[in-house]
């Protein structure tokens, strides 16, 4: 045993003092040799490939550059069969051989052969001109109708993704081009004109890829094709490919991407044609409404085609968000989300949003109000909220529909709204409420003289006089004077603040009690939760602690704006309207009350400010609300029987819907826990006194 080992040893030693290089040229010309002799050789032409010794031959090529590669002391170095390739274009050969499908599967190989040397190799390759034309030419055999290569297709993608990821200048020797003048080239490529990276481009300088433009079939919508392939795995592979290539940090921040491809009309297209797939008829709005985070990498199906269309559209939104999202900011993903405004919002979205169809218009404004809660892509948001808030004649019309005559459309609408006030932008409820609340034009010339006495008085350290009486409190709130004594932001303590809220609706009518429903405390929790999250996405908008002093000529013509206006109305008519819009509109107004700007906080939550003449608050509005249900519960038999029982029919213990004024008595319900939410929020929100 010991005289084999040594006899062995002497063998391995004779073979490597050998001149290997010349064996592995050798070896790996024979390879190739043996290759194209089959071509001359053969006269069965429907002999299938794997039935020859290609594949073999293909696979001892690849073994040998990969070895001699790693013998290379620098990897810089081309090594002979490296050289040999490249100098005789056997890539090029290969995909010719592979476009004719001689024999027959040999494209499948050629793809196999592609993506092993990609993949494997480790000098940078990509810039060399006799690899980058075969790949561009091979990347246009890809996602041809009736492929059966589709898994080899996308792994031959996603060796070229890789190695584009690792090194981001490669992508513009990737990517399909045809020549332009010069003037397209950037300024940040002038100063570097395209070099190759060893000597064996012998293309003139018009074939450089220095001067883009994309051709019709190239890497990109190749990709797109494959994304909409049946088969999962090739499907997720291309969706992967996209994301390595829109998530190049290098490529000048996103730069060639954006200016010299297609990738946002691609992209944008193909949610604009997924969206075009959803039936207008037959859709479940509610659900579309609150359809859930569908992961594009997720293999979401369903038997109903309306759904099976719904779940695609949503999986490529969230596919396009997540793309967006990792993208250099600065460029691309601004570019890619201008696309999805352009392609989608504008050109679609908006002609639907402005039709005088009800179906179209509920449709549409469902889908918005379910895209505005699943987006997370700053860049994605901002077109949403520049499209919802800056679209000439579309804002407006928006919000009016919070009171439109159909039920339907107005809680679309009113979804739409509080959607947009929990994302994380400023300019949400800078142009849909701060902006017409800011002069506090709201107060009259009186409040906003004695508040600027006030000042002057706690300046002097002397003592101020307390508010008038609002005229519209009733006996039963008991406000003592010192009570009415606010603080220079106009507020009364916080236990008079919560007070006020609990003591709008009088005791007569109330019914938690009636079930040993709990009171204000049991909104607290909640109040807490939602109070918290609104400080949370607020705390980078440098919001002000104290009020804006009152601009001159305050007390004359104010106009809460479109928003404001519309829930008041709303509001006012809580008594006959559906009990599910109530319980949205009155969650739109709590959670705009939860802010902690000084102007919600004095025009929301303060009960003692003192409007002008043709000013309300949300205090005042429901002021007026409880006038006008004393006077209608005048008509109510049995008062407290009846709601007792509309109370037991809305927690599913009494199933009897013939019930008499149910509007009513579910109105004058919501009212009641509104105003304990509404003291709630306060008690949160205020400090109070020791």
């Not at 005789?88 to 024999?103: I, M």
């Not at 499948?108 to 480790?122: A, P």
């Not at 589709?150 to 690792?166: D, I, T």
């Not at 433009?213 to 499907?235: H, I, P």
Request: proline share 6%; glycine share 4%; hydrophobic share 40%.
């Amino acid at each position: 045993m010991e005289t084999f080992s040594k006899l062995s040893s002497m063998l391995l030693h004779a073979l490597e003092t050998r001149e290997p290089t010349v064996e592995l040229l050798e070896s790996f010309i024979d390879h190739w040799k043996a290759v194209t002799s089959y071509y001359i050789q053969t006269t069965d032409d429907s002999r299938p490939v794997r039935q020859t010794e290609i594949p073999w031959r293909l696979r001892q090529m690849l073994d040998i550059l990969v070895y001699e590669e790693k013998q290379q002391p620098v990897v810089e170095e081309t090594g002979a069969c490296l050289e040999y390739l490249l100098q005789h274009k056997l890539l090029e050969t290969l995909c010719t051989l592979g476009k004719a499908q001689y024999p027959p599967g040999m494209v499948q190989q050629v793809l196999l052969f592609f993506s092993k040397f990609l993949s494997q190799m480790q000098k940078p390759l990509l810039q060399l001109v006799s690899v980058y034309k075969p790949v561009q030419k091979l990347i246009r055999l890809c996602a041809l109708p009736g492929s059966l290569t589709e898994k080899e297709e996308a792994q031959f993608l996603l060796a070229v993704c890789s190695r584009v990821k690792q090194d981001p200048h490669a992508l513009r020797y990737v990517l399909e081009f045809v020549d332009q003048p010069a003037a397209r080239i950037p300024a940040s490529d002038q100063s570097q004109p395209c070099t190759q990276a060893s000597n064996h481009s012998t293309e003139s300088q018009d074939s450089s890829p220095c001067s883009p433009v994309q051709s019709e079939r190239g890497l990109l919508s190749v990709l797109l094709q494959l994304t909409n392939c049946q088969r999962r795995a090739v499907c997720l592979t291309a969706h992967e490919c996209l994301l390595l290539l829109a998530s190049l940090q290098s490529d000048s921040k996103g730069e060639f991407l954006s200016h010299h491809t297609q990738l946002g009309e691609l992209l944008a297209g193909r949610l604009q044609q997924l969206y075009s797939l959803l039936p207008l008829e037959g859709l479940d709005t509610a659900e579309l409404q609150n359809w859930t985070r569908t992961s594009w990498s997720a293999d979401l199906q369903s038997d109903s085609p309306a759904s099976d269309h719904m779940t695609s559209f949503f999986s490529w939104l969230d596919f396009l968000d997540q793309l967006i999202r990792e993208a250099p900011q600065q460029v691309l993903a601004v570019k890619l989300a201008q696309s999805v405004h352009q392609l989608w919002l504008l050109d679609v979205l908006q002609p639907q949003l402005l039709h005088t169809c009800e179906q179209q218009v509920l449709v549409s404004t469902s889908v918005l109000c379910a895209t505005v809660r699943l987006v997370t892509s700053c860049s994605l948001l901002d077109q949403l909220v520049d499209f919802l808030l800056r679209t000439p004649s579309l804002t407006e019309l928006l919000l009016q529909r919070c009171d439109h005559i159909s039920d339907q459309i107005s809680m679309a609408s009113l979804s739409l709204v509080e959607e947009l006030l929990q994302k994380p932008h400023r300019d949400i409820l800078d142009v849909l409420v701060l902006s017409f609340l800011l002069s506090r034009s709201y107060l009259s010339p009186a409040a906003a003289g004695q508040e600027d006495r006030q000042a002057d008085a706690n300046q002097d350290g002397e003592d101020s006089d307390g508010l008038e009486e609002d005229p519209f409190f009733s006996d039963s709130l008991s406000l003592s004077d010192s009570q009415l004594l606010p603080p220079p932001s106009g507020l009364g303590s916080a236990a008079d603040v919560v007070n006020s809220f609990l003591c709008l609706v009088p005791v007569q009518v109330r019914s938690a009690q009636l079930l040993q429903e709990g009171g204000y405390e049991s909104y607290v929790h909640d109040a807490h939760t939602l109070v918290t999250e609104c400080q949370s996405l607020s705390l980078s908008w440098d919001w002000p602690i104290a009020l804006p002093p009152p601009s001159p000529g305050v007390g004359g013509e104010f106009f809460e704006g479109h928003l404001l206006k519309v829930l008041f109305d709303r509001l006012g008519r809580v008594l006959e309207q559906p009990y599910e819009l109530n319980l949205k509109l009155t969650a739109v107004l709590s959670r705009l009350s939860a802010f902690s700007h000084p102007l919600l906080q004095e025009y929301l939550l303060d009960p003692y400010i003192s409007l002008s003449p043709c000013s309300r608050s949300l205090f005042s509005v429901l002021i007026r609300l409880i006038g006008e249900l004393m006077q209608r519960i005048q008509q109510v038999s049995n008062l407290s029987d009846r709601l007792l029982n509309a109370r037991r029919h809305l927690l599913g213990l009494n199933h009897n819907t013939g019930l008499d004024h149910l509007t009513l008595l579910r109105g004058l319900i919501v009212l009641e826990e509104f105003c304990k939410e509404l003291a709630a929020i306060a008690f949160v929100k205020l400090p109070l006194d020791p």
